[in-house]
């Protein structure tokens, strides 16, 4: 039975085009349907589109969604790529 | 699309603009956003660097983007499609390449993040086509 996991990170900067385009990137290799939450809108994050679309910004409370027989690694996955790449901003 | 290991190659992208500047900043920016790993090609202007498409710029942009999972070609506007088109009647018919229908910057950043996370060509292509339904506000 496929697995569906959840975290909640708090952002460290905003989440514009580069950390959107990592995380989507990274969303892409794993075979489970993974989604962003932030402030009640929920993207897909294999949508890079989607995700900038959230325009989350930092200190705000993101959730990542996964389900499927990867679903805790790519959460895990995108919760670490989050922290790095929201540090470096832009 | 399915998880894959992680390879070189990826499906290539080519960017036909009337304007040389406009294709090239779309492919500096789908690159940024993409992380680099994806060979985009900047299809734009004439041969003698008006606005305009080549047909020439084109042929030899599908050439430098095939890797060997095939290449997904994003037009600006009307009579990009024309010269695009045209080039692609006069290819081998065993050439893997597809025309997307897809806002023009949306779709290269959309299409360029979908092939750098491993996505086959159908993929790419869908990827740049829904860009279509993003909204921005």
Do not use: C, W
Request: glycine residues 12%.
């Amino acid at each position: 039975m496929p697995a569906s996991y959840e975290q909640q990170i708090t952002l460290v900067g905003d989440l514009h085009a580069r950390p959107a385009g990592a995380l989507a990137v990274a969303a892409g290799r794993f075979a489970s349907a993974v989604s962003v939450t932030a402030s009640g809108s929920t993207a897909d994050a294999k949508s890079v589109l989607g995700v900038m679309g959230l325009g989350a910004t930092s200190g705000q409370h993101i959730t990542i969604s996964a389900a499927g027989p990867d679903a805790r690694e790519a959460v895990a996955a995108l919760i670490a790529i989050l922290g790095e790449a929201t540090k470096v901003g832009s | 699309m399915t998880a894959q290991p992680v390879s070189t190659g990826t499906v290539g992208i080519v960017l036909v603009s009337h304007s040389a500047e406009l294709a090239a900043g779309a492919a500096h920016l789908a690159a940024q956003v993409s992380g680099g790993t994806v060979t985009i090609i900047a299809a734009g202007g004439t041969d003698d660097g008006e606005l305009g498409t080549s047909a020439a710029k084109v042929e030899r942009g599908l050439r430098l983007a095939e890797s060997g999972l095939g290449v997904v070609v994003l037009p600006d506007l009307g009579s990009a499609v024309l010269t695009v088109r045209a080039v692609l009647e006069d290819e081998d018919p065993a050439t893997n390449v597809v025309m997307a229908d897809a806002p023009f910057v949306e779709g290269a950043v959309a299409a360029t993040v979908t092939a750098a996370a491993g996505g086959d060509i159908k993929a790419v292509a869908a990827a740049a086509e829904e860009a279509r339904n993003a909204r921005k506000l």
